[in-house]
């Protein structure tokens, strides 16, 4: 009864006060509620777990309403599995709830409905880096489809579960059109993530597909990895990978951590081996990630107590330097795999034919 009465009196308090404010100060106080309300409201649904196909366009053809330090960025990675063929296509846009500097560009993070001023960038290797697309751009969505713009420039990525469209487009001349579709084989085609401590964290669903088209005016097709990914709080360190072989077979690792001057924690490491002759998954503990050099770098992968060992020798890269509160260091690398062996299992790496993917290395921090 006594926490009744203090409940009470608290909100006959607050309907005194607020009967005193002016129509004008009423309406303010009712709209920044109802903003605190509907950003509270996005971060609950965040942390709900999702596994459904059926829950996989709403949240990618969605902006959130994001709290100070949220921002959301969508990815579009494409790879051949033609055999020696290193063509790859990435393409990225976002925004975020402040402005921030991307590249010394200054993204102002503003909102109105149905678009939002972000940023966006596509480049693409073919025997040479071609940086296509990089620098703000207005960002729409429509049912079951999305945009990021700048006059003539434009990433357009629309359809439904499991059958997609991506167009990129500079100064009116098509550079790519794909169809993407979800495997015919039995790997697992998409994943959900959410991980929060209190108000911050991250959430995310990747679409792992098959895709053909053209880059260029010439025939390209292999495999894609489409994400969006909502981060409420810091961008941190971390090495992630994933490598295409001509066999269709898929490597993928991903190391969180936390460096601070001579501390350097990983937070989880895991590296996992799709194997498409098998259509098996395998998972990986004990993922170490070591780099050498600076100007395309080579990599040596280990893990399960170097029983698996992978080298990679990057061929092109490109770099993107968030600044605002902190600064974070993020970079692309196109990589080929030089040597790979996989013991104590039953990978046939004699099968694998020639491998091709992303290396990304991040490093710094910005909230």
């Known amino acids: 009864m006594k926490i009744k009465k203090i409940t009470d009196d ?3 308090t607050l309907n005194q006060d607020i009967e005193t404010l002016s129509s004008i100060e009423t309406k ?13 409201n996005s971060l609950i649904e965040l942390k709900k777990t999702k596994n459904s196909a059926r829950e996989i366009d709403p949240m990618f053809f969605c902006f959130e309403d994001l709290p100070p330090a949220g921002k959301e960025y969508w990815f579009m990675k494409f790879v051949s599995t033609e055999s020696k063929d290193k063509r790859q296509l990435l393409a990225m846009f976002g925004d975020s709830s402040e402005p921030m500097k991307i590249n010394k560009k200054k993204i102002k993070g503003e909102k109105e409905k149905g678009k939002r001023k972000g940023y966006m960038t596509a480049w693409s290797y073919n025997d040479k880096k ?3 697309l990089d620098g703000e751009s207005s960002i729409s969505i429509e049912t079951n489809n999305i945009l990021a713009s700048n006059r003539q420039d434009g990433i357009n990525y629309s359809g439904k579960f499991p059958n997609y469209f991506f167009n990129l ?29 209190s108000f911050a964290g991250f959430a ?19 495999k894609c990895y489409v994400q969006k990914v909502i981060v409420i709080g810091p ?27 001579m501390l350097n924690h990983k937070i989880s ?11 098996k998954t395998y998972t990986f503990q004990g993922l170490t990630v070591n780099k050498f050099g600076k100007i395309n770098p080579r990599w040596i992968i280990t893990a399960n107590k ?21 600064r974070f260091t993020y970079i692309e690398y196109l990589s080929e795999v030089t040597d790979i062996s996989m013991g104590g299992c039953d990978i046939n790496t004699s099968e694998l034919g020639s491998g091709f993917g992303l290396t990304e290395d991040a490093k710094g921090y910005v909230l």
């Open 10 to 12: 608290v909100f006959n």
């Open 28 to 40: 303010k106080l009712k709209e920044k509620i109802k903003r605190i309300s509907s950003r509270y």
């Open 130 to 132: 071609d940086l296509i």
């Open 169 to 197: 487009s500079k100064e009116n001349k098509e550079i790519a059109d794909f169809k993407i579709t979800k495997p015919k084989n039995n790997s697992n085609s998409f994943e959900f993530g959410s991980h929060f401590k």
């Open 204 to 222: 995310l669903i990747n679409l792992y597909f098959d895709f053909t088209g053209t880059l260029n005016g010439k025939e390209f097709a292999g």
């Open 235 to 261: 961008f941190i360190p971390w090495y992630w990978g994933r490598i295409v072989f001509s066999n269709g077979s898929i490597l993928t690792y991903f190391e969180p951590r936390i460096e601070i001057s």
């Open 269 to 279: 490491s895991e590296l996992k081996f799709y194997d498409n002759t098998k259509d």
């Open 306 to 326: 170097e029983k698996v060992f992978v080298s990679l020798k990057s061929y092109s890269s490109h770099k993107f330097i968030f600044e605002k509160i902190g």
